[in-house]
């Protein structure tokens, strides 16, 4: 596609289940990226892909979170037993290269609601 | 984390310029002035960036003061589609994997 896809859109889930959220980025980007924003926040970095080095997961914010990215493409943000403080809106975007200035893409999120 | 800071809200009136402030005192040589805006319910969406000298595109200019440590975004007629949160993030070239997100400025325009 065009654009940075994720899906679901919007995602409901009872606390202590797990979810998995993806994205799909601009095909060809190298470098994936995870934030979140809370109702009325900025975005908070939590994690980074980029080609086949070792991710960046210094804004994880706790070992319930994990990502992967499988063949350097799709990528899937799973939290596990959910919290109703990870509700929010978790975001996806995606660049041609960390060696350049390109700016970001990004999708439209995922809004997760935990309840 | 070289650091943002941005008025939590402006209002403008339609078809008249818009002028977006944003202080970064303490940013390095190496990091660069990026804008990005994100409108309801959508991803932010890039803007403009630069390093030291001006910077128009189809979608805006950003203006750097020559010590850097102020930039302004300019949109030169605003219209209702513009009303969005307008955030001003320094993007450092040799570390440039994640982008530090305040809480931007929210924009609202009158018709």
């Known amino acids: 596609g065009a654009g940075v896809s994720q899906s679901p859109s919007n995602k409901v889930t009872e606390k202590g289940k797990d979810v998995e959220l993806r994205c799909d980025p601009i095909?060809?980007?190298?470098?994936l990226y995870w934030y979140r924003q809370s109702l009325g926040q900025g975005l908070e970095f939590l994690i980074y892909f980029q080609g086949n080095s070792a991710p960046d997961k210094s804004g994880l914010p706790s070992d319930r979170f994990s990502a992967e990215r499988t063949g350097g493409s799709v990528s899937t943000l799973t939290i596990q037993r959910t919290q109703q403080e990870d509700s929010a809106v978790y975001l996806c975007?995606?660049?041609?290269?960390?060696?350049?200035?390109?700016?970001?893409?990004f999708g439209s999120g995922t809004r997760l609601t935990v309840v | 984390d070289a650091k943002t800071t941005q008025p939590n809200s402006m209002e403008s009136n339609e078809e008249e310029p818009v002028h977006l402030p944003c202080n970064h005192s303490?940013?390095?040589?190496?990091?660069?002035i990026h804008w990005y805006r994100q409108l309801p319910s959508q991803g932010p969406e890039y803007v403009i960036h630069?390093?030291?000298s001006n910077v128009n595109n189809r979608m805006a200019s950003l203006a750097i003061a020559e010590d850097r440590k102020s930039s302004t975004l300019i949109l030169h007629r605003a219209t209702l589609r513009d009303a969005a949160v307008y955030y001003c993030i320094l993007r450092d070239v040799y570390n440039f994997n994640k982008f530090y997100f305040g809480s931007g400025t929210k924009l609202n325009v009158k018709p």
């Open positions: 975007a995606s660049s041609p290269s960390t060696v350049t200035n390109y700016g970001y893409t």
């Open positions: 630069g390093l030291t």
């Open positions: 095909s060809g980007h190298t470098a």
């Open positions: 303490t940013i390095s040589g190496t990091d660069y």
